[in-house]
């Protein structure tokens, strides 16, 4: 079995709504047929390598595998599954599906972590290759294999708790590296963490914790109990340290962790000098202390209160009478909850240089069985890292010893930290046992309050997020994602004005670019699951606008979990036979995404068949309709039940936005105060204002907020580049625009008509090559018969068509639509035929140029200089109130001294 193609979905996509890995699978047919000949003998062969599949699976589908009666791409999608459970990934979708090719199949799975998932399906597929091979393949080392590389990717114990305890509370995380750096919560509202160290540490704290010299000092100077103590740089030093402070002390690297470097009850100066060198290798100087008796406790202080204690004990292993230590060793570390390092809540055990000292010590080696019951420790430190193990004693701490580690944590400064404390009895005061504090740690471990070995595990996790994200404080940024076949880009730009008049930092998703508070950050097509985290991830975002195209739904999915606001703005043909959507109906699938995801508000266009039917898929708190259509049926039945719509509706001095709401009427804005709408005369950007004052209307915005937006966004160039461009000042109008589907082209046709030029119209027309032939004849059809003269070009990107293959396409299609032959022009490339409209443009003539190099064309529009003279501004000013007004008959608009008048025609 190959792999032949991969697709990853990071969020909500068209097959799942949770991230999930498309696996192309060409099947083999002599593995295939080898496979169904062994039956149930590849699950019980997978069995044995993977003990806790049955339980952990469907009972019934592995009751019927192991009667042979299993689906091969069933099977592989439920193993790659099995292996990320036991890499310790969650994950519990997994499916398969068939094609028209029957070698060829589809596999989809869930996943935690992309590169532990993707490996995943590569060791399934060799699995299952290996048996299909030979029956009795070693299996065993492949997935060893795997889980060594799945645990160089995971995130340790510590970060998950840490997550876990943020989804448990709705906070959403993202990894930001390959180790256990995480931003928690959106946007503005963002707090990151690393282990225990979060955004709100101070590093003055972390520095404080680390120096243990200093540390010392200012606890002691607290009267808190710490050791006496010396910092040393040589080991003559540390002798005359340890001499002064007396015997036993404890030498330690000033900066060390995790107890490497650590040596404890030394109890002469050839004891010192000998760690002096272990603890010099391990920090820049060596700390000698005297030595405090007792149990070690790890007492962990979040926000200034203590969440959990734990009496740590060294790693160590029990006496039988009848294994070698060496054998124990192995037994214990056979316990699933002991990994390598911070893997797991517990770490293995190691018989390394100082476990052999500790056994000569004893006069014991690796081969010496010790009598029943007997510990024989093989560290002195009681470090969870080092193998050691823990005992909840949360509930039995005594306030004194309480209170004294919160005062250190406090006085330290850090907002989550743990005090080091020995003692003989946790449950008494340290000021009657005689207990003192040897160390604090900044970013502390959590696994022993998360799994004790003995005891209740504590929510150590949730007491950082509650303290990162007190009950009531924001996580999220409102998320507003819209999408459609057109006006996607022109609504989510009216959308981010609105918001950003009304006083928000808006993050902003488009095909141009990405903006953030209006500036942009990153150019191109970004319409995907990068960009969109590319907003939530930034700290000065406090409202996102994300334009979601169909290609990054197909390709990868949503880059977010849901949104609060979501718009499908309508369906209409377009890409077409590209990504595997052949039809109107596939592409609603896909587009249908966006409500499906939607939990506050969902707008749809009622106007539309497709975004019709999209209601009772998505589980929004409410449904908001918008339509042109003020006798709309259902719109209509809608508003009387007392739900949310947007109408337009023909009022005494033309046409008004309406917004309905719980029974009622209200009145919005007139359409032809809206300047991107050319005085309401342009009604694709009359719908895209509704949507857009849809969307903000359902954010909170205010009707006055609203009002202020649309009132101040236009359709020039700076404010939205390559839609409805109009440029005026040449004595002719040109209107360029990025329309390249039969629905975008039909509407700006339709502003055309409706603006009635009083001269020629000329319109280049083109049709991007990736679309199918149907689609530029489409085109062809919409524009044939409503201009004087027609220029054919093509893309700049031929898309594999030859040069000339589209316009001469399109022109056989005008033809064809009874446009005459010889006010067709054929000129290829785009930059010559804007050109050669501007330069047969007459005075009122109107040029629409449809295009996809947008700045480039809008700078060779606006440094075009016409052969004829310009016309003085007050017949400019005269000549477009005359457009623009309904002057009654035997009238016209003229200027004089006194200004503009309506005068009688002489």
């Known amino acids: 079995m190959n792999i032949d193609s991969t697709s990853v979905y990071v969020g909500p996509n068209v097959h799942a709504k949770e991230p999930v890995i498309r696996l192309g699978i060409d099947v083999k047919p002599a593995y295939a047929a080898r496979l169904a000949e062994l039956g149930g003998a590849v699950i019980e062969r997978l069995l044995a390598v993977l003990p806790g599949w049955a339980a952990a699976t469907d009972a019934a589908w592995i009751e019927a595998a192991r009667g042979g009666r299993f689906d091969l791409g069933d099977l592989l999608a439920r193993l790659a599954l099995e292996l990320q459970r036991v890499a310790g990934q969650r994950g519990n979708l997994a499916w398969s599906e068939t094609t028209d090719d029957p070698d060829f199949l589809y596999v989809f799975y869930s996943f935690d972590s992309e590169d532990i998932g993707l490996e995943a399906g590569e060791?399934?597929?060799?699995?299952?290759?290996?048996?299909?091979?030979?029956?009795?393949?070693?299996?065993?080392?492949?997935?060893?294999?795997?889980?060594?590389?799945?645990?160089?990717?995971?995130?340790?114990?510590?970060?998950?708790?840490?997550?876990?305890?943020?989804?448990?509370?709705?906070?959403?995380?993202?990894?930001?590296?390959?180790?256990?750096?995480?931003?928690?919560?959106?946007?503005?509202y963002q707090q990151r963490i690393e282990a225990a160290l979060t955004s709100r540490t101070p590093h003055i704290a972390v520095e404080l914790a680390s120096d243990k010299n200093i540390c010392n000092q200012l606890l002691s100077d607290l009267g808190l109990p710490v050791p006496k103590q010396r910092l040393v740089y040589d080991a003559d030093e540390a002798v005359s340290a340890a001499n002064r402070i007396g015997y036993p002390v404890v030498v330690k690297p000033l900066d060390g962790n995790h107890g490497r470097g650590v040596t404890v009850s030394i109890t002469d100066e050839e004891g010192v000098e000998a760690a002096f060198a272990v603890a010099d290798e391990e920090g820049s100087a060596v700390v000698v202390e005297s030595m405090i008796t007792g149990d070690d406790h790890r007492l962990l202080v979040v926000n200034g209160e203590l969440v959990a204690a734990a009496r740590r004990v060294p790693g160590h292993v029990k006496g039988d009478g009848s294994h070698t230590i060496a054998e124990l060793v192995e037994i214990v570390n056979q316990d699933p909850r002991r990994g390598v390092g911070h893997e797991n809540v517990l770490t293995r055990l190691e018989l390394d240089a100082q476990a052999l000292r500790l056994l000569e010590e004893r006069g014991y080696t690796p081969e010496t069985v010790p009598p029943e019951g007997e510990e024989v420790y093989l560290r002195k430190t009681a470090n969870i890292s080092t193998g050691g193990t823990a005992v909840d004693c949360t509930d039995t701490i005594h306030p004194d010893n309480k209170l004294m580690a919160e005062r250190a944590i406090r006085a330290i400064g850090l907002d989550v930290g743990a005090v080091d404390f020995l003692t003989s009895d946790i449950t008494r005061s340290y000021r009657e046992t005689g207990g003192g504090i040897c160390e604090i740690n900044a970013g502390p471990g959590l696994r022993m309050h998360i799994a004790p070995s003995e005891g209740k595990p504590r929510d150590v996790g949730g007491a950082i997020m509650d303290m990162l994200f007190p009950q009531g404080a924001q996580s999220r940024v409102p998320i507003a994602a819209l999408t459609g076949t057109n006006g996607k880009t022109t609504c989510a730009r009216m959308l981010a004005h609105i918001l950003k008049m009304a006083g928000h930092v808006v993050g902003q998703t488009s095909t141009d670019a990405v903006y953030i508070d209006g500036n942009v950050t990153v150019k191109g097509d970004m319409t995907g699951p990068v960009s969109a985290r590319m907003v939530l991830r930034d700290p000065s975002v406090d409202i996102a606008v994300l334009e979601t195209a169909?290609?990054?739904?197909?390709?990868?999915?949503?880059?977010?979990?849901?949104?609060?606001?979501?718009?499908?703005?309508?369906?209409?043909?377009?890409?077409?036979?590209?990504?595997?959507?052949?039809?109107l109906d596939g592409l609603a699938r896909v587009k249908r995404v966006i409500a499906e995801v939607t939990r506050g508000t969902v707008v749809l266009n009622a106007d539309n068949e497709y975004t019709l039917k999209m209601a009772s898929h998505s589980p929004a708190k409410h449904i908001?309709?918008?339509t042109r259509n003020p006798e709309h049926e259902l719109v209509?039945?809608?508003?009387?039940?007392?739900?949310?719509?947007?109408?337009?509706?023909?009022?005494?001095?033309?046409?008004?936005?309406?917004?309905?709401?719980?029974?009622?009427?209200?009145?919005?804005?007139w359409t032809h105060l809206i300047p991107a709408t050319l005085e309401g005369k342009a009604l694709h950007n009359v719908e895209n204002a509704m949507f857009a004052a849809a969307m903000a209307f359902a954010l909170g915005k205010t009707l006055d907020q609203i009002r202020t937006g649309l009132r101040t966004f236009d359709n020039t160039f700076f404010q939205s580049p390559g839609r409805m461009n109009v440029f005026d000042e040449h004595g002719f109008r040109v209107i360029l625009d990025y329309g390249h589907n039969e629905a975008a082209v039909g509407a700006m046709v339709d502003l055309v008509d409706r603006l009635k030029p009083r001269g020629r119209k000329i319109v280049c027309v083109t049709c991007p090559g990736d679309r199918r032939d149907e689609d530029a004849l489409a085109i062809a059809a919409k524009v044939a018969g409503h201009f004087d003269h027609y220029i054919?070009?093509?893309?700049?990107?031929?898309?594999?068509?030859?040069?000339?293959?589209?316009?001469?396409?399109?022109?056989?299609?005008?033809?064809?639509?009874?446009?005459?032959?010889?006010?067709?022009?054929?000129?290829?490339?785009?930059?010559?035929?804007?050109?050669?409209?501007?330069?047969?443009?007459?005075?009122?003539?109107?040029?629409?140029?449809?295009?996809?190099?947008?700045?480039?064309?809008?700078?060779?529009?606006?440094?075009?200089?016409?052969a004829f003279q310009a016309e003085p501004e007050e017949s400019q000013v005269a000549r477009h109130l005359q457009d623009s007004f309904d002057i009654p008959e035997g009238y016209k608009v003229v200027t004089d001294q006194r200004g503009v008048l309506i005068a009688p025609v002489a």
């Not at 849901?562 to 309508?570: E, I």
């Not at 396409?809 to 050109?835: S, T, W």
């Open 123 to 188: 060791v399934a597929c060799d699995l299952l290759a290996a048996i299909a091979k030979d029956e009795d393949a070693d299996l065993q080392g492949d997935i060893a294999g795997f889980l060594r590389y799945a645990d160089k990717r995971s995130l340790g114990p510590s970060a998950l708790e840490l997550v876990r305890a943020a989804e448990a509370r709705d906070i959403p995380w993202s990894r930001l590296n390959d180790a256990s750096l995480i931003q928690v919560g959106q946007g503005k």
């Open 550 to 583: 169909r290609g990054g739904i197909v390709r990868s999915g949503l880059g977010y979990n849901f949104c609060d606001v979501g718009a499908v703005l309508n369906v209409t043909s377009d890409h077409l036979g590209l990504g595997g959507v052949d039809t």
């Open 624 to 626: 908001l309709y918008v």
């Open 636 to 669: 209509r039945e809608h508003i009387r039940l007392g739900k949310r719509a947007l109408v337009l509706e023909q009022g005494i001095n033309g046409e008004q936005i309406v917004i309905y709401d719980k029974g009622t009427h209200i009145p919005l804005i």
């Open 792 to 866: 054919c070009h093509r893309d700049d990107d031929l898309r594999n068509r030859a040069p000339d293959e589209m316009p001469r396409l399109m022109r056989e299609a005008l033809i064809a639509n009874g446009v005459a032959a010889d006010a067709i022009q054929i000129v290829e490339e785009e930059q010559d035929a804007l050109a050669t409209a501007l330069s047969m443009a007459q005075r009122d003539d109107l040029i629409l140029f449809f295009c996809e190099g947008i700045t480039r064309s809008w700078k060779q529009i606006i440094q075009f200089t016409p």
